[in-house]
């Protein structure tokens, strides 16, 4: 019997859609499997479905038995499992991007208006009993409405806060490797240089895949260069920011907050000093969370697993070409 194994619990519809296909069994636990544990399943498995918590890197990837041919990742990202070691195995890796687009595009702007207003911070105070009369200077925060957008990644989410911020009537920068003639026309943004963007914005989102080339691109040199008061919004990866840098932008009140719905590492260190920063809000990775869009990934994360179970192309495949070396083999 094909055997799968989930290593999170899944919305019952998807699971329903699975099981015709194959023996399922599912992590029962809501932390992740260690990697000790994935290492003793993999040699009996024909595929996986994996959350990004889970680390399927080149030793994982050499465990799986001969008959194991599929992974399919319940995320847009997937810097987590080796694709390289995966592919030369003939193992296809499938993703679930487009169904978070919008729900993370929410977040991202949820985050920036909290940060903004100081919402975070009002409310503690009224948890606490503290009311401060009203008067011109009490939790005041920076003005959205008309100021300056800098989306740095501009795929399909960076595009979607791009479409809020229009709402604002605010001046929308992007960078990208790719310059987006037609849809600078469409959305009525405009490209910028990475130094032009940070110079120039009051609120700074970030947007794009981690990679050797953004890894910590978000760093004291970059953070120096930012226009004195903006905001930082990450909502794509923790590992694009180094943290250190931050915290002393923030601090020395460079960076006038930020909003974080990633870090590095997840979860954040308990010790990590932006944890008592009052200008910054750090939610636990819920950017898709809302049902809809978790429905949506499980859904398609199966469609995926079922396509790789059969060697056909999945709908959405991080490297096709893994299919081509698998029937080979």
Known sequence: MTKVWITRALPPEALDALKPYCEVEVWPLETPPPKSEILRRIGDLDAMLTMLTDPID??????????FR???QMAVGYDNIHIPA???RGIAVGHTPGVLTETTADMAWALLMAVARRVVEAHQEVQKGIWRPWGPF???G?????ATLGIIGFGRIGQAVARRAAGFSMRILYHDPDRHPE?????????ASLDDLLSSADFISLHAYLSESTRRMINSETLGKVKP????????RGGMVDQEALYHSLK??????????????EPIDPSSPLLNLPNVIITPHIASASTVTRQKMALLAVQNLIAGLKGEPMPHCVNPEALTRGQAA
């Open 58 to 67: 080149a030793e994982v990837i050499a465990a799986a038995g001969p008959r």
């Open 70 to 72: 599929a992974i399919s």
């Open 86 to 88: 995966a592919t030369q």
């Open 138 to 140: 009490v939790l005041c």
């Open 142 to 146: 920076q003005e959205v409405y008309g």
């Open 183 to 191: 849809l600078e026309a469409q959305l009525g943004v405009q490209y």
């Open 229 to 236: 008061g903006a905001i930082l919004i990450n909502t794509a």
């Open 252 to 265: 020395e009140g460079r960076l006038a907050g930020a909003g974080l719905d990633v870090t590095d590492p």
